[in-house]
């Protein structure tokens, strides 16, 4: 008789293992992973620092990788992890335009700390904050800050049948009014924000309309704008700063009277730069294009 052991029906499953390599960031698309389950039962998680604990990166079929190149730390890691991994993916703002690492390159910022060289406790910081494309190949960008749970389930099964929105906008359902106008923008954190009519016009600064789809408009919905966090659409990706900024105003000169130039300057203000510099990091980085179609 053949000992149970043995038997097909009870041998363990091989799972594809991935793992998560964190660089310079947040750890928010490590929490954003965590949120889904439908990864649990196919896939073995071998490593990510938040949860499991190892000296360094195995070898896996697929490997996530978080956060920017910030320091010379960070760039070892990246090159020892990407030697054996079959895919690899850039997940996040951070990984792929700099995100909040990328504010170091501020050149007060930069100064202050690369005047402390001589301390040990922290390694030193590169001359500029990297996206993980300028070291190693990348199969797929994953764009967000961070992305949803189902962004991270279509990137690890590949799945052909997840088809998002091109844009925010249509995915945030709100109606475009022809009669409602306002002629000056509305800041951030005033006026009572009016159900199920679009933000803009509301007077509210929202990009949804350049910005990739697939995050569900879950800024939108509830009355937050969208500062781009996605990165531009299909239609924008190759394109420079300009054709963005002219895309998006268009936009707000259909639905507002508000005037271009009040709209101009609160697109290249502080509190938009972080998200909306990205639009042209995917043309003018001075590396060939990433192509549209390796974008989820």
């Avoid at 043995?6 to 991935?18: A, C, H, I, R």
């Avoid at 040990?120 to 910081?125: H, I, Q």
């Avoid at 906008?169 to 679009?198: A, N, W, Y």
Wanted: hydrophobic share 35%; glycine share 6%; with cysteine.
């Amino acid at each position: 008789m053949q000992p149970l052991t043995d038997s097909p029906s009870l041998k363990t499953k091989q799972l594809p293992q991935f793992a998560v390599l964190q660089l310079s960031g947040c750890a928010g698309c490590e929490v954003s992973l965590l949120n889904a389950n439908e990864w649990v039962q196919e896939f073995e998680l071998v490593y990510m620092p938040l949860v499991v604990s190892a000296y360094e990166v195995p070898c896996v079929d697929v490997l996530l990788i978080s956060g920017g190149v910030r320091s010379d730390e960070d760039l070892y890691n990246l090159k020892r992890a990407v030697r054996c991994s079959k895919k690899i993916i850039a997940v996040g703002t951070c990984a792929i335009s700099g995100g909040v690492a990328n504010l170091g390159n501020r050149d007060e910022v930069r100064e202050l700390f690369m005047s402390q060289t001589e301390r040990r406790d922290l390694p030193r910081l590169l001359p500029k904050s990297q996206p993980v494309d300028a070291f190693v190949n990348v199969d797929l960008y994953l764009p967000g800050c961070p992305p949803t749970p189902e962004l991270f389930m279509a990137a690890l099964f590949e799945d052909d049948e997840f088809n998002p929105s091109k844009t925010v906008c249509q995915e945030c359902g709100r109606k475009k009014l022809k009669d409602m106008k306002p002629k000056h923008l509305t800041g951030f954190q005033s006026g009572e924000v009016l159900p199920d009519i679009c933000l803009i016009n509301q007077g509210y600064l929202c990009v949804g309309s350049s910005t990739r789809g697939g995050c569900r408009a879950l800024c939108t919905r509830p009355g937050h704008p969208c500062v781009g966090c996605r990165g531009p659409s299909d239609l924008l990706i190759e394109k420079d700063s300009i054709a963005w900024l002219e895309s998006i105003q268009r936009v707000f000169a259909a639905l507002t009277d508000i005037p271009l130039e009040e709209i101009r300057e609160s697109l290249l203000s502080p509190q938009l730069a972080l998200f909306l510099f990205q639009f042209s990091d995917y043309a003018a980085t001075g590396r060939p294009p990433r192509p549209k179609e390796k974008v989820l």
